[in-house]
């Protein structure tokens, strides 16, 4: 996939932008907090239906507007546009005609996005991790994106419940008992899906680390899951597992108004030699693992879907050190489009530079 035009309008600090694509790199050149990064995040945003930065979609609306406009055109034919209301909610649109289902649009535009927050996924709580794989997953599984959404709503409804008068009338073991069958299902396809698309993922990531570590360090994860999986091929297994604690931990949540069993509550654990990378992990060996997750995404999705998705790599360079720049850059074959955003050019060689499309803010 190629995407050879990109317009926002409203979108963060940009009131108007209109980018035409040369080639498969694009440097976006500026200082900082002049809006680099909020053009990559466009992308990603349309690509993803997600922001890395945003805690809400409203936050990338322009101050002085009610609606956001991105559009792009994928292949010089198809046009994508998506309209963000900050009265909530997003539409998004191929070829002018409106799309039911808003994950169909990962069928013309992916992505994989590299930033220099993302060593939080190593070393910070365990919900960078969570909506790292679930990136991952949301790529290559249709309909997970919608799975998530009907999960994170049935745990908005059970905290409700829990919060409400209704929890103390005759009726609540009934409605409570239809709310933990329903989040047992439904956590049961995310925890399963997430765990194929980990053991998938993992050799992968162990190339990419034996790569760039020279093969110093022996790299492993484990899926830490809020239940005992015993095979995670057995779906009535877990929804069973899931239902049992679910059902164990009522008067803890009773109190506290938060369900604490699901795989909202789950954690990936990256091991280097069998020791917790995030515990005990100097700084350069947790930025030498998340540019190893993020070269083997990359690649991962790649092989997976059949084709290229775009690379955005937002700001990364300066946090990595002149080897690890190289081996970046060396991996992003010609056939891959990237988009990088960078306040200086001296962290890029000659070649290049002379194959990048360079757009100064």
Same mark, same amino acid.
């Given at each position: 996939?190629?995407?050879?035009?990109?317009?926002?309008?409203?979108?963060?600090? @940009?009131?108007?932008?209109?980018?035409?694509?040369?080639?498969?790199?694009?440097?976006?050149?500026?200082?900082?907090?002049?809006?680099?990064?909020?053009?990559?995040?466009?992308?990603?945003?349309?690509s993803q239906l997600k922001s890395s930065r945003a805690i809400s979609d409203k936050d990338l609306i322009n101050n002085d507007s009610e609606f956001a406009t991105i559009k792009a055109q994928i292949n010089y034919k198809d046009d994508l546009k998506m309209n963000l209301y900050r009265k909530g909610g997003k539409k998004i649109y191929l070829n002018d005609c409106f799309m039911k289902k808003q994950s169909d649009m990962r069928n013309y535009l992916r992505s994989v996005c590299f930033s220099s927050n993302d060593t939080n996924i190593i070393k910070g709580e365990p919900n960078y991790r969570r909506i790292w794989l679930d990136k991952v997953v949301t790529q290559l599984e249709p309909g997970y994106?919608?799975?998530?959404?009907?999960?994170?709503?049935?745990?908005?409804?059970?905290?409700?419940?829990?919060?409400?008068?209704i929890s103390n009338n005759d009726k609540s073991n009934s409605l409570i008992d239809s709310f933990d069958s329903q989040i047992a299902l439904i956590?049961?396809?995310?925890?399963? +899906? +997430?765990?194929?698309?980990?053991?998938?993922?993992?050799? /992968?990531?162990?190339?990419? @680390?034996?790569?760039?570590?020279?093969?110093?360090?022996?790299?492993?994860?484990? /899926?830490?899951?809020?239940?005992?999986?015993?095979n995670s091929d057995n779906e009535v297994e877990i929804?069973?597992?899931?239902?049992?604690?679910?059902?164990?931990?009522? +008067?803890?949540?009773e109190l506290t108004g938060r369900c604490s069993v699901g795989p909202h509550r789950d954690d990936i654990e990256f091991l280097i030699n069998d020791i917790s990378i995030r515990k005990f992990g100097s700084a350069g060996q947790q930025r030498t693992i998340t540019l190893a997750l993020k070269m083997a995404e990359l690649e991962f999705v790649r092989n997976t879907i059949c084709m290229d998705p775009i690379l955005i790599l937002d700001d990364v360079l300066a946090e990595l050190d002149m080897v690890r720049q190289s081996l970046l850059l060396d991996s992003v074959g010609r056939k891959t489009q990237c988009f990088i955003s960078a306040t200086h050019l001296n962290k890029f060689n000659k070649n290049f530079l002379d194959s990048s499309q360079i757009i100064y803010l």
């Open positions: 996939m190629f995407l050879n035009q990109l317009k926002i309008n409203n979108f963060r600090n @940009h009131k108007h932008f209109d980018l035409k694509v040369e080639g498969q790199r694009t440097i976006i050149l500026g200082s900082n907090g002049i809006g680099k990064s909020n053009l990559l995040e466009s992308i990603e945003f349309l994106f919608e799975l998530l959404s009907r999960f994170n709503k049935l745990l908005k409804q059970r905290s409700h419940f829990w919060r409400s008068d956590g049961s396809r995310i925890l399963r +899906r +997430r765990i194929r698309a980990l053991e998938k993922l993992k050799p /992968y990531i162990q190339h990419w @680390h034996n790569y760039l570590s020279k093969s110093k360090e022996n790299i492993n994860l484990n /899926y830490d899951s809020s239940i005992d999986i015993i929804i069973n597992q899931l239902k049992q604690e679910l059902f164990n931990q009522r +008067r803890v949540e």
